[in-house]
């Protein structure tokens, strides 16, 4: 079971709009920055959003993310069907001085 | 471009032990920490150990605590995996990662008789 708590699974149609939450605790999510990741089917993850909000290189302003206290949230919108992948949260998380990831979501477009 | 390639997956028996490397380039590699993390086939990532940039700070998850070690060169821009008393469960992909944010396609590992 992972700390960091995602929802399994979330879907939606073409065009819409999809969020994927992250709940943690004070020692990661809600001290910590938090990353999201994209892994496509038989691809390794890749970055989407670094220190809470900030989009990496090349990713599109569909992709957003936010932070409140220990909870964090990454929204997509104007969904496609090339979204259709995994996503994960991570921190660190300063008194277990490890590296956390949520236990990841399924994102289907529908 | 920035590029992470790992190598020296395979298949070992159980209490058998691996090395896994991982070349970077494109990048200042001596000024970046380092990541191990991996995934069981059908799972989610699993971090596994950090290095800093001069190796001046290590840490492990406790699942690998006393059985890996990682270490990196940074004269040959490397990052080591050593796997040792391998289990069934070490069954994975394994990834490195620069600092979380660039990661290479991984290296598998299957432990079996």
């Known amino acids: 079971q992972s700390v960091l708590t995602q929802p399994p699974s979330v879907s939606a149609a073409p065009g819409q709009m999809v969020t994927i939450s992250c709940s943690g605790s004070?020692?990661?999510?809600?001290?910590?920055?938090l990353s999201w990741y994209q892994q496509l089917p038989g691809t390794s993850p890749k970055l989407l959003i670094y220190?809470?909000?900030k989009r990496a290189s090349g990713i599109p302003e569909r992709f957003s993310g936010s932070k409140s206290g220990t909870s964090a949230t990454l929204a997509i919108t104007g969904l496609q069907t090339g979204d259709d992948a995994d996503y994960y949260c991570?921190?660190?998380?300063?008194?277990?001085?490890?590296?956390?990831f949520g236990g990841g979501t399924k994102l289907t477009v529908l | 471009d920035v590029q992470l390639v790992e190598s020296g997956g395979g298949l070992v028996q159980p209490g058998g032990s691996l090395r896994l490397s991982c070349v970077g380039s494109?990048?200042?590699?001596?000024?970046?920490?380092m990541n191990w993390v991996r995934q069981a086939p059908g799972k989610g990532l699993e971090w596994l150990s950090y290095i800093s940039s001069s190796s001046g700070t290590i840490y492990y998850a406790d699942s690998v605590k006393g059985r890996f070690t990682v270490s990196r060169d940074n004269a040959k821009n490397s990052l080591y995996l050593q796997m040792n008393s391998l289990r069934g469960d070490d069954t994975a992909v394994y990834y490195c990662?620069?600092?979380?944010?660039?990661w290479g396609k991984g290296t598998t590992v299957t432990v079996s008789s």
């Open positions: 220190d809470n909000n």
């Open positions: 494109g990048f200042s590699f001596i000024s970046y920490s």
């Open positions: 990662a620069q600092y979380m944010n660039v």
């Open positions: 991570g921190t660190w998380d300063g008194s277990l001085n490890a590296w956390l």
């Open positions: 004070n020692s990661n999510v809600g001290s910590e920055y």
